[in-house]
């Protein structure tokens, strides 16, 4: 039996910390896991910006709320959940993704979590285990799920390369060329016909 575990921004939503850029000015936060491989390089970095800019977590929370999941991607949803189940394996924060899960229809979301200050400050964070997307899909296929794999980032590989089925969705090219065998979709009908083969 398979089961779907993906990854989040880039694939259902568009990446908060670009939006974050945006609004912000800070050139600098737009660097993300599609850029930078080493995730604890990257957030360390990012909280370094805040604490400089003076940017506390209801600053990021009120860009977050203003963002809408990407085109086709409710629909896409749906489909998949009318053939398997469907994990989001995300490095975002719990504190980040409630209002980005409640447009999607609340699928089930492993995570990470905030340390946040009396400022109301981001401090630090918690990853939930090391390399947790790839353990997540060893902790399903213990328990004799297949699991079909999709993400862009850098930060997905090791899951893409753990499960059964791992295919990179509208990743940059340099992801592409890093790895170069890995099936890629740009779109959800792609997607679609990659995941119909094993659904």
Not at 83 to 103: E, G, Y
Not at 159 to 170: C, T, W
Request: net charge negative; with cysteine.
């Amino acid at each position: 039996m398979y089961i779907i575990c993906s990854d989040l921004e880039g694939v259902f939503v568009p990446e908060v910390w670009i939006n974050v850029a945006d609004k912000t000015g800070i050139e600098e936060l737009r660097l993300t896991t599609r850029d930078v491989s080493d995730y604890d390089v990257l957030m360390k970095g990012r909280i370094k910006i805040l604490e400089e800019q003076g940017l506390t977590l209801k600053d990021i929370q009120n860009v977050i709320a203003q963002i809408r999941p990407l085109d086709g991607a409710l629909e896409f949803i749906a489909w998949m959940k009318e053939r398997t189940q469907l994990i989001v394996v995300s490095d975002t924060f719990i504190q980040f993704a409630d209002p980005l899960m409640k447009q999607l229809g609340r699928p089930t979301l492993f995570c990470h979590s905030l340390e946040i200050d009396e400022r109301n400050m981001i401090v630090g964070y918690t990853l939930r285990q090391k390399d947790p997307k790839r353990r997540t899909v060893e902790a399903l296929q213990s328990l004799k799920y297949q699991v079909i794999a999709m993400g862009d980032s850098y930060n997905d590989i090791s899951m893409l390369q753990q499960a059964e089925v791992g295919i990179l969705f509208r990743p940059p090219d340099n992801v592409v060329k890093d790895y170069p065998d890995l099936p890629v979709a740009y779109d959800y009908d792609a997607l679609k016909e990659i995941l119909s083969k094993y659904l």
